[in-house]
T-cell receptor, first 116, second 114 residues
Framework: GAVVSQHPSRVICKSGTSVKIECRSLDFQATTMFWYRQFPKQSLMLMATSNEGSKATYEQGVEKDKFLINHASLTLSTLTVTSAHPEDSSFYIC????????????FGDGTRLSIL | AQSVTQLDSQVPVFEEAPVELRCNYSSSVSVYLFWYVQYPNQGLQLLLKYLSGSTLVKGINGFEAEFNKSQTSFHLRKPSVHISDTAEYFCAVSDRGGGFKTIFGAGTRLFVKA
């Protein structure tokens, strides 16, 4: 079945570092990918919608210069957390829609980001 | 815009008892509805989804949910729970014309006791 791969699954880095998270659709083309953030014991909050070949659409309150999204191909979207700080520590999850089937999105397994 | 309300933040229940996790949504357009389960330190697993057709949807692990358009609800039920069902459950909604942008409820912690 359709699979969305997210990498890395876990990252620990120092404050001030920029961290890139990849989201790949392995066996389908995804015109749209979504990025979510989940703080401990909270729900998933949509951060942005990533559209292949165009700029991402950010939700209210999400800093686009802080969270850079690139969707350069139909199978890959990346989220870069720039100059990360401890408050950016969270669980980041991506999802992707299968363009051909027009079915609801498939989720990646998430990336746990810890900023020291 | 859509919104999702999960009415219970925590639901404790004894093993082999039935359980219902409540979910209400609001939307100005037609929607798809989902229930996901998340075990500690893991990603999301889709339990079931309502896209169209029969309002009673059966999912994995013995769960089912019923879409009630008039009450804008999509409650999740299981007739007999197991210890292994202890997890966080999220109700979610996505609008049919919005590229499947999905909004999640706050989650319900199901705690199954022996």
């Amino acid at each position: 079945g359709a699979v969305v791969s997210q990498h890395p699954s876990r990252v620990i880095c120092k404050s001030g570092t920029s961290v890139k998270i990849e989201c790949r659709s392995l066996d389908f083309q995804a015109t749209t990918m979504f990025w979510y953030r989940q703080f401990p014991k909270q729900s998933l909050m949509l951060m942005a919608t990533s559209n292949e070949g165009s700029k991402a659409t950010y939700e209210q309150g999400v800093e686009k210069d802080k969270f850079l999204i690139n969707h350069a191909s139909l199978t890959l979207s990346t989220l870069t957390v720039t100059s990360a700080h401890p408050e950016d520590s969270s669980f980041y999850i991506c999802s992707a829609n299968d363009r051909e089937s027009n079915q609801p999105q498939h989720f990646g397994d998430g990336t746990r980001l810890s900023i020291l | 815009a859509q919104s999702v309300t999960q009415l219970d933040s925590q639901v404790p229940v004894f093993e082999e008892a039935p359980v219902e996790l409540r979910c209400n949504y609001s939307s100005s357009v037609s929607v798809y509805l989902f229930w996901y389960v998340q075990y500690p330190n893991q990603g999301l697993q889709l339990l079931l989804k309502y896209l169209s057709g029969s309002t009673l949807v059966k999912g994995i692990n013995g769960f089912e949910a019923e879409f009630n358009k008039s009450q804008t609800s999509f409650h999740l039920r299981k007739p007999s729970v197991h210890i292994s069902d202890t997890a966080e459950y999220f109700c979610a909604v996505s609008d049919r014309g919005g590229g499947f942008k999905t909004i999640f409820g706050a989650g319900t912690r199901l705690f199954v006791k022996a």
